[in-house]
């Protein structure tokens, strides 16, 4: 498997209106929307993949992420890897995802390690290890994108600052003008970072505090995956909420 060791994630309407801050010029909504949907009908997704876009609302997400064809992305903490192949997809030939599994979830699951080698093998994929406390990736990337694991950071298994050293790696490893983007199981506003333990959630304030504080400007939101049915207390994992779970979308831009 190539690796690059430690020496070396709404309706268009609804996006236009919640996450468009600070975009001027390039394709209208509508258009990207239209594009990315085109762009995810291909391979590598699976038929399993496509069965969860209503859901997961995949369009609109990579849409809100600003992945487009030839852009350089970092899918940071891919999990199963659904969207490691949508932006394999939305990037085409042309373009090359850095799917990143921290050391310690392969450790973890063996499953992990499996969804890595599986990222690997895409022809414009290369799949990443580090220890999570010490990404290392390559430098100029577009977009760095984590869907449902950010608040992972802030487990009880990790060192503490473990959010502030990923931050200041994506701010490194982003090009000026590019996009961090961020989307997360959504805890009570207020909520300490307890809750990424006990929840699996986070506060979306505490995400902004963060980032910014990492050096990025916050440049889109979007609550087109939030459900109000989700009274944002329970375990993600509770069958009564898993799946329906209401999640921010926050897109972060690198100054310059």
Same mark, same amino acid.
């Given at each position: ?6 020496? &070396? ?14 975009w001027t010029g390039g394709p209208s909504e509508a258009d990207r929307l239209a594009e990315v949907r085109a762009a995810l009908a291909e391979p590598p997704?699976? #038929?399993? @993949?496509?069965?969860? #876009?209503? *859901? ?14 030839? $852009? ?21 030939? @042309? ?7 921290? $050391?310690?979830? &392969?450790?973890?699951?063996? $499953? ?29 990337? @577009? ?48 909520? @300490?970072?307890? *809750? ?10 505490? &995400? ?6 990492a050096g990025f400007v916050l440049d889109g939101r979007s609550d087109a995956l939030m459900r109000a049915a989700d009274p944002m207390t329970a375990n993600v994992f509770e069958p009564s909420i898993r799946g329906q779970t209401s999640q921010f979308m926050l897109r972060f831009r690198k100054p310059?």
């Open positions: 498997m190539r690796k690059i060791t430690l020496m &070396v994630a709404c309706a268009a309407l609804a996006l236009s209106a919640c996450g468009s801050m600070g997704r699976t #038929d399993e @993949d496509r069965a969860r #876009d209503a *859901v997961r609302m995949t369009a609109e997400t990579v849409a809100f992420a600003r992945v487009g064809p030839g $852009d350089r992305v970092i899918d940071l903490m891919i999990g199963g890897g659904f969207f490691t192949r949508a932006f394999s997809a939305a990037v085409g030939p @042309d373009g090359q995802v850095i799917a990143w599994q921290p $050391d310690e979830f &392969v450790a973890f699951s063996a $499953d992990y390690g499996a969804a890595l080698a599986a990222a690997d093998a895409l022809p414009n994929v290369t799949g990443v290890g580090s220890a999570i406390g010490a990404p290392q990736w390559p430098t100029g990337v @577009d977009v760095i994108f984590t869907a449902q694991n950010y608040h992972d950071l802030h487990l009880d298994a990790f060192p503490e600052g473990t959010a502030a050293r990923v931050n200041a790696a994506a701010f490194e490893a982003l090009r000026p003008g590019g996009y961090y983007v961020i989307i997360d199981h959504a805890a009570v506003a207020g909520a @300490d970072a307890s *809750v990424a333990d006990s929840l699996h959630r986070i506060d979306r304030d505490r &995400v902004v505090r963060e980032v910014t504080a310059g």
